[in-house]
């Protein structure tokens, strides 16, 4: 990512630049490109939709197709190289609890905000009706995909797929499905003859390089790509409703800022040894991906990339942790949606006392770890806690005006979430962070040169005899 490019700036550099013109031309143009009467000028909504929306929409589009074979090879290698059961029991166990962990810290805080401030207590009558009126047409088109999601046993029960190929061909993909059957091939290869399991794994690991080299291809053209996609948001976006939700977005901004630096910082600097500032500095190419992208999903190629060659994070575990992070640890997703919830029963005057408040907690957590790494992935969810807790599903309208912008910023704690795992398990499987590539390679509990393999041996029991 530090690679300078034919002008001399880095690469970094000049996507934080597309970042920051993307949003000042934005604004700049949403404020004075339009007419008497205050409405946008038609030429601004044609070059919104047949100049930056393409190109954003392109970049974006770049980075996701490489998502489900990425997060499939890396999975499958990562557990493969894991090695035996009891490895991949406990860094799976210690990856789920830091997952549920730091959503559940992230919701408490959103929660406790949002009981402090109180910001739909005194949201005017004609701001509700002007906003329900706006957006009523938008919210009832996701109510009806959060039919598809309701609740029950079913959801883990889907969990597993009838067809795999089917879970990664959906859009967007059905990434547990993807997922739980990474984890079964990774465990399997283990098992196979030794030979079968070397190729096999070098064939994913080619596949995994093969995803590195086309997301190489897609950042060159990152800096315009994030500056179409910030211009375009911006340009488009409805400053007045943030003035009407001002206090609703303090509160999340608070919200994810405080778990962000506070809570994420603290997290890092016990559990992986880290400097925080020092790992906010390597991690700002994923930060500007994740905040332009409002994906998860699109994220995660940078984040693997950084994680492993910024803060020398293992490859087996980058592959393992990260994949599942992307889909199902989403700390600001988390945070968002029991901040939100709250908000539309204050704004309806539906009490929710304490026991409403803990299913809130507990629901977020769920629906984050099932919300998709899409723009906008976790609406559908939202909609089923709000039906959970009795808060009219239809008042998501409200706040659907300043999404994209909120998406935004839980997009980037989502990510960051994921990488503070990934480093807490590499420093708790022993592993010394932020040591060059070569040092790692040599540490790699399986290196990818295998040795010459007996037939008749498993991977499994190849790699015990080591
Ligand atoms: N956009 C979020 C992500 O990809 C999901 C969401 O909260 O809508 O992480």
Same mark, same amino acid.
Request: hydrophobic residues 50%; proline residues 5%.
């Given at each position: ?15 934080? /630049? ?7 031309? @934005?604004?700049?143009?949403?404020? &004075? ?20 929306? +393409? ?13 489900? +074979? ?15 059961? @009891? ?9 789920? /609890?830091?997952?549920? @962990? ?25 701001? $509700?009706?002007? %906003? ?90 990152? +800096? ?97 942790? %990260? ?57 559908? %969810? ?22 994209? &912008? ?6 980037? &704690? ?19 962070? &932020? ?12 290196? $990818? ?18």
């Amino acid at each position: 990512m530090s690679e300078s490019t034919t002008t001399g700036m880095s690469l970094h550099t000049k996507i934080l /630049l597309g970042l920051v013109l993307g949003a000042l031309s @934005g604004v700049a143009v949403n404020v &004075l490109a339009r007419d008497a009467n205050g409405k946008p000028l038609p030429e601004l909504d044609w070059v919104l939709t047949n100049v930056s929306g +393409p190109v954003g929409q392109i970049y974006l589009r770049m980075l996701l197709m490489t998502v489900v +074979p990425l997060v499939f090879a890396s999975l499958a290698v990562g557990v493969a190289k894991l090695g035996d059961f @009891g490895n991949l029991g406990r860094i799976g166990a210690r990856t789920m /609890l830091y997952f549920v @962990g730091s959503m559940a810290i992230a919701v408490a805080i959103g929660l406790t905000l949002v009981n402090v401030v109180q910001p739909g207590v005194g949201l005017p009558e004609a701001t $509700r009706t002007e %906003l329900m009126r706006t957006f009523g047409g938008e919210a009832e088109a996701k109510k009806e995909t959060a039919d598809k999601h309701k609740f029950g046993v079913e959801t883990f029960v889907k969990i597993v797929p009838r067809n795999p190929i089917e879970s990664m061909a959906q859009m967007p993909p059905d990434m547990l499905g993807v997922i739980f059957f990474a984890l079964l091939v990774g465990v399997g290869i283990t098992q196979l003859r030794a030979e079968r399991g070397q190729l096999l794994l070098q064939v994913l690991e080619g596949v995994g390089d093969l995803m590195v080299f086309i997301i190489g291809l897609a950042m060159k053209l990152a +800096p315009y790509g994030v500056f179409a996609l910030i211009f375009t948001v911006t340009a488009r976006f409805g400053f007045d409703i943030l003035l009407q939700l001002g206090k609703y977005v303090f509160v999340v901004l608070l919200g994810l800022g405080l778990h962000m630096f506070g809570g994420l910082s603290l997290l890092v600097w016990s559990l992986s040894k880290l400097n925080p500032l020092v790992f906010f500095g390597k991690v700002r190419a994923v930060i500007i991906t994740a905040f332009s992208t409002s994906s998860s999903s699109a994220t995660l190629p940078t984040s693997i990339k950084i994680s492993e060659e910024e803060l020398g994070v293992p490859a087996p575990i980058a592959g393992f942790v %990260l994949p599942l992070g992307a889909t199902m640890n989403m700390n600001g997703t988390a945070l968002f949606e029991g901040v939100t919830v709250v908000f539309l029963a204050q704004v309806f005057g539906v009490q929710l006392g304490l026991a409403e408040q803990a299913i809130v907690i507990m629901l977020s957590v769920l629906t984050a770890v099932g919300a998709a790494g899409v723009p906008g992935g976790s609406i559908p %969810l939202l909609v089923m806690v709000l039906t959970a807790v009795d808060v009219p599903a239809g008042s998501i309208a409200i706040i659907i005006g300043v999404d994209r &912008l909120l998406d935004m910023c839980r997009t980037t &704690l989502n990510v960051v979430g994921d990488i503070t795992c990934a480093t807490y398990i590499a420093r708790s499987e022993g592993y010394d962070l &932020l040591q060059p590539k070569a040092a790692l390679a040599a540490a790699d509990p399986l290196p $990818r040169e295998a040795a010459a393999v007996s037939p008749e041996g498993t991977v499994a029991e190849e790699r015990a005899a080591d």
